[in-house]
């Protein structure tokens, strides 16, 4: 079993193609069906199959041996990662699974700080959904995430926490109101954003008792925006995603005030490379535990 077959086969797993896997790699596709054949004979196991609808898959085995495989590549990295920081360099790669809101407003001045302090320093993005960056982190395909609670037994760094607004069109009855109670959103239409907001409001309402009417639901905070611009319902949406509004839209604060918290997350805090530490020290320099963002 030899670095260059690991390689191969993470990078088949994470294409589902033989072919794209190989031209990544500078290998023929022979060689890359040779490779493969014998890793599987070493291993005395199945770690692809073809599908007639899903085309390329992982075996059981192979989903399992793919996140070994993961690891054993970041210990290659790691190694080189200590070598260099002997040297005097910073060297690494860094992959991190960030949501739509957080990648506009936090991550370029991550990024630049970063860059301006250890230029050899490497970036690979992953955006989705906080439930796919969970499951990320979880798969060892990302080595850093942010998400919001719950953390679901990930090691956690708090970032920070910022205010959850109520949205809406200035024609709506409560557009008098200086705050909102959440009891004044009883049965009102909401509007959802998904992809971390959806559960973390759930639980609010389901909390105070009160009867939560989901009209629509939406990835993009935008759409929700201009959902409530044409008038078709409410949202509770965080800071973040507010710094632009569309003609007509208001917000108010909720009383009380509501929070939402976002943390920065790992498979395990323990066994994070130089890399990662250097980009954990930065990220929590510019942005102190649970500071409310301004």
Request: with cysteine; proline share 5%; hydrophobic share 45%.
């Given at each position: ?18 072919t ?12 890359v ?7 599987e ?13 899903k ?5 059981d ?7 070994l ?11 080189q990662?200590?070598?260099a ?16 809101t957080a ?25 989705g ?17 942010l ?15 910022e ?14 109101r200086?705050?909102?109670q ?28 009160i009867?939560?009417?989901v ?35 208001i ?12 943390n920065?997350a ?10 990662v ?18």
């Amino acid at each position: 079993m030899t670095n260059c077959q690991i390689q191969l086969f993470v990078r088949i797993a994470e294409t589902g193609s033989f072919t794209k896997a190989g031209q990544e790699l500078n290998m023929t596709q022979p060689a890359v069906s040779r490779a493969v054949s014998a890793l599987e004979a070493e291993l005395d196991v199945t770690l692809f199959i073809r599908d007639r609808k899903k085309g390329l898959v992982l075996t059981d085995i192979g989903k399992r041996i793919l996140i070994l495989f993961r690891n054993i590549l970041k210990e290659f990295e790691n190694v080189q990662q200590e070598v260099a920081a002997e040297k005097g360099l910073e060297v690494g790669i860094i992959r991190i699974g960030i949501f739509p809101t957080a990648s506009a407003v936090i991550l370029p001045k991550i990024i630049r700080v970063i860059q301006e302090r250890y230029p050899n320093l490497k970036f690979i993005l992953h955006e989705g959904t906080i439930i796919q960056i969970k499951e990320w982190l979880v798969s060892r395909i990302i080595d850093l995430g942010l998400i919001i609670p719950p953390n679901d037994g990930l090691d956690i760094i708090p970032l920070y926490k910022e205010e959850m607004f109520v949205v809406f069109r200035d024609d709506h009855p409560l557009h008098s109101r200086s705050t909102i109670q959440l009891q004044d959103l009883d049965n009102e239409p909401m509007i959802f954003c998904k992809g971390g907001y959806d559960t973390f409001i759930f639980e609010l309402f389901e909390k105070a008792n009160i009867t939560l009417n989901v009209k629509y639901a939406f990835q993009n905070v935008d759409i929700v925006l201009y959902m409530i611009h044409e008038g078709l319902g409410l949202a509770i949406l965080p800071k973040l995603s507010l710094s632009t509004l569309p003609p007509n839209v208001i917000t108010r604060s909720l009383d009380p005030l509501l929070f939402r918290e976002i943390n920065l997350a790992a498979s395990s805090l323990n066994e994070s490379s130089i890399a990662v530490n250097l980009f954990i020290k930065t990220i929590t320099d510019l942005f102190p535990h649970t500071r409310e963002i301004q």
